[in-house]
């Protein structure tokens, strides 16, 4: 008994271990992640004609770019809720304006949360079955096609860059790279139809199955239901890079299209691509980001760290912040 008693309490004091040891890593990555930024605006500044003067200039000349991408807003959101009440019927059926109330509280309670796990307990509150948390597993699955959809635009941006200025396709560095980029794609739409296959599999693994059910559902989904999810993913991804679009012109960016879609895409693949703590965490790696791959093209990079921070503003503090009047009532009724 005493045996038993100190091997729980070694895996306890292991497992804590191991997250503390996860926490540090991402610290310490969010760490050197904001130290570059903060070295990189240093010296953009020496070189940039940004000033409060041609801050005011942008809120008064270019006030349309500004008002369609406030304007996007609820549209970007509104396919995540569509995309949502779309998921949750093997579930749960509820209206549209419950799925978007849904998606608000699940952003407000992940604005906090690390990797924003907080918008999978926020959508399963606002529902009313007692087996509720079995959506765990709709939830993770809209939010890998909306990767996907991410990875897939992306790998053509970092394509773009890579070959334009660094190294020629021709070449077998070239043609491997975009072998590489063709296979993890050819790799991540694979994995995502055969979802069904890897719950089997699951279920075959002791430890695991009891933590099958929570995930089970992603097997119930036909093909074409995951088809739809993805061009609902990559109708949100179209919405939410036109956002940046308009905000860069209003600050000022104006460039070909092309190089407006492959600066966008290729911003939004790093910041995915890095686990972050919480959504203040995303301040650094976009940001970063976009004045990596716009200043490649010439651009002022505090031109477009302006136009990044006014679309994090736009698009995930300011509906964080709505999602608040959902919230307090929400744990209000559930604690009665």
């Not at 992640?33 to 003067?53: G, K, Q, V």
């Not at 809720?81 to 304006?97: M, V």
Request: aromatic share 12%.
């Amino acid at each position: 008994m005493n045996h038993e008693v100190q091997k729980y309490k070694q895996s306890g004091k292991l497992l804590i271990s191991r997250r503390l040891l996860v926490v540090a890593g991402k610290l310490v990555v969010f760490g050197l992640t904001l130290n570059y930024l903060r070295l990189s605006i240093l010296e953009a500044s020496e070189n940039s004609m940004f000033s409060w003067a041609t801050l005011r200039q942008i809120w008064e000349t270019n006030g349309v770019a500004l008002f369609v991408a406030a304007a996007l807003l609820p549209v970007n959101w509104g396919i995540e809720a569509s995309k949502w009440q779309y998921l949750s019927k093997k579930i749960e059926t509820f209206s549209y304006l419950e799925a978007y109330r849904a998606v608000l509280v699940g952003l407000t309670l992940g604005f906090v949360t690390p990797n924003r796990v907080g918008d999978y307990a926020g959508r399963i509150l606002t529902m009313h079955k007692e087996d509720r948390a079995d959506a765990i597993g709709a939830i993770l699955l809209g939010r890998l096609c909306q990767l996907f959809a991410t990875l897939l635009v992306g790998s053509g941006a970092i394509g773009y860059f890579v070959f334009k200025y660094y190294l020629p396709l021709a070449s077998p560095v070239g043609l491997s790279i975009a072998a590489a980029l063709l296979l993890v794609n050819g790799w991540a739409l694979a994995l995502l139809f055969s979802f069904q296959w890897a719950i089997g599999l699951l279920e075959r693994v002791s430890f695991l199955r009891r933590w099958v059910h929570y995930f089970a559902v992603i097997g119930k989904y036909s093909p074409e239901e995951l088809r739809n999810v993805l061009l609902i993913s990559l109708a949100r991804y179209l919405v939410f890079m036109g956002q940046f679009i308009a905000l860069l012109w209003a600050f000022g960016i104006h460039l070909t299209l092309p190089e407006y879609v492959w600066g966008v895409a290729g911003t939004f693949l790093m910041k995915s691509v890095v686990p972050s703590i919480n959504a203040l965490a995303d301040i650094g790696m976009r940001e970063l980001s976009a004045m990596h791959f716009f200043g490649l093209m010439g651009q002022d990079p505090l031109l477009v760290l302006g136009a990044s921070l006014s679309l994090w503003t736009l698009n995930i503090a300011l509906p964080s912040a709505i999602g608040l009047i959902f919230v307090l009532p929400l744990k209000l009724s559930n604690s009665q």
